[in-house]
């Protein structure tokens, strides 16, 4: 009797040979790399090598795919990576045998490094637990999670810049429903450049998530994914602007509204009095408690005077996000925005009893106040937490090595 998974799979291979047989082949992104083929199946010698090197016992939808289907090739973004045996050999021994710590829900915060994560440096174990199964182009990949409590699920994330985008684990439950989502929607002629961060539902489903989902993320997520969509009904954009409009969360009003502004013209449709719906939406986020930040800063009405207020509030959590604004509103703001103060902002970060907000505070010294760094050297000699000690090492050796090069580009 073929069991479910089998059944998938078979699937799965049709799927891919009616998209090469077309008489033109869907070109979605990536596809100019493997055409839809997917390159030989692994041996079961050669997967049992790989799991004993590492300790580990692959996630079943997985393993089958690899064994019976195919070992690499056609997949989202530049297709899947080929599983070896000597694969993670440069990591740490034991790395896919430790725990993963991520689980679906909303994406992750912009600091989730130093929450989940052991700083750089001899002993990281960097994205423990999982296996890098796609890249999407510069640092986007996509991981599978190999070991812990979300073993199978997969998620994506930029690993390789600073407010890039935080680990998100995407909705398909095993490696399976995700290849094939991905298949059908290259198939059908979606984006799919970034594989995995829309919804997996029909157009109706998600006007119900956007309209009634607990989640203020996944009803967010469920606006991004309608406007995914190539063609979406009348009644789906009056929902849309409904959110925009009327949502009891000020930054899921804000994110449609971005949204929709930059949606209209592929949907065909109007967009009447964008700034003054923008004025409401600033309001009503300031009127909330506390302030919604996130909102305000996609509006770009977020100012220095929001930011300060909260970088006072004895609750840590309100403290975080301030911080992370601030770094945030620098980094785009005017050359006008009152640079005066940022200094004693800065100081009042890193003198915060948290570490997450202490590392913002060297992360703004880093780009936006090379004044304040006798402040990081001061610190230096006192701070405790590792991910602070390694930023205060990161910024001060680079303001060092900028400083060899001005004294090295003077005229003798």
């Not at 703001?333 to 200094?343: C, Q, V, Y």
């Amino acid at each position: 009797m073929v069991d479910a998974d089998h059944v998938r799979l078979g699937r799965i291979a049709e799927k891919l040979a009616e998209a090469r047989a077309k008489p033109v082949v869907p070109m979605p992104f990536g596809v100019e790399v493997h055409g839809f083929v997917v390159g030989p199946p692994l041996s079961e010698a050669v997967v049992a090598e790989f799991e004993e090197w590492h300790e580990v016992s692959l996630p079943p939808a997985y393993r089958l795919f690899v064994t019976e289907l195919g070992g690499g090739g056609a997949g989202p973004g530049y297709g899947l990576c080929r599983l070896e045996p000597s694969c993670c050999a440069y990591l740490r021994s034991g790395h896919l045998a430790q725990p993963s710590p991520y689980l679906p829900g909303p994406r992750y915060p912009v600091d989730w490094e130093q929450r989940h994560e052991n700083p750089p440096g001899p002993g990281q174990n960097f994205l423990r637990g999982t296996l890098a199964v796609a890249a999407h182009g510069c640092s986007l990949t996509t991981q599978l999670i190999v070991t812990g409590p979300a073993r199978g699920r997969l998620f994506n994330l930029d690993g390789g810049s600073l407010g890039g985008a935080a680990p998100y684990v995407v909705e398909d439950v095993d490696f399976l429903a995700w290849y094939e989502r991905w298949l059908d929607e290259a198939v059908a002629g979606y984006d799919v450049s970034w594989f995995g961060e829309r919804l997996p539902m029909p157009e109706s489903e998600l006007v119900a998530v956007l309209l009634s989902d607990a989640s203020p993320d996944r009803r967010s997520r469920a606006g991004v994914s309608l406007l995914d969509l190539p063609a979406i009904r009348d009644s789906s954009w009056t929902a849309l602007v409904g959110a925009m409009t009327a949502d009891a969360d000020a930054d899921v009003r804000a994110s449609m509204w971005l949204l929709l502004n930059r949606a209209r013209n592929k949907h065909g449709r109007r967009f009447d009095d964008a700034e003054e719906i923008a004025d409401d939406i600033e309001r009503y986020a300031r009127s909330c408690t506390p302030p919604d930040l996130r909102a305000l800063g996609a509006l770009k009405r977020l100012t220095f005077a929001d930011m300060l207020a909260e970088l006072a509030s004895p609750d840590l959590e309100r403290r975080r996000r301030a911080a992370t604004a601030a770094h945030e509103f620098w980094r785009f703001a005017e050359t006008s925005a009152p640079r005066g103060l940022l200094g004693d902002a800065i100081a009042g970060l890193l003198r915060d009893p948290d570490p997450l907000v202490r590392s913002c505070g060297v992360a703004m010294v880093r780009w936006f106040d090379p004044a304040s760094v006798p402040l990081l050297r001061q610190l230096q000699t006192t701070e405790t937490d590792p991910w602070v000690r390694f930023r205060i090492r990161e910024c001060l050796d680079e303001r060092s090595t900028a400083a060899a090069c001005d004294d090295a580009a003077e005229p003798a």
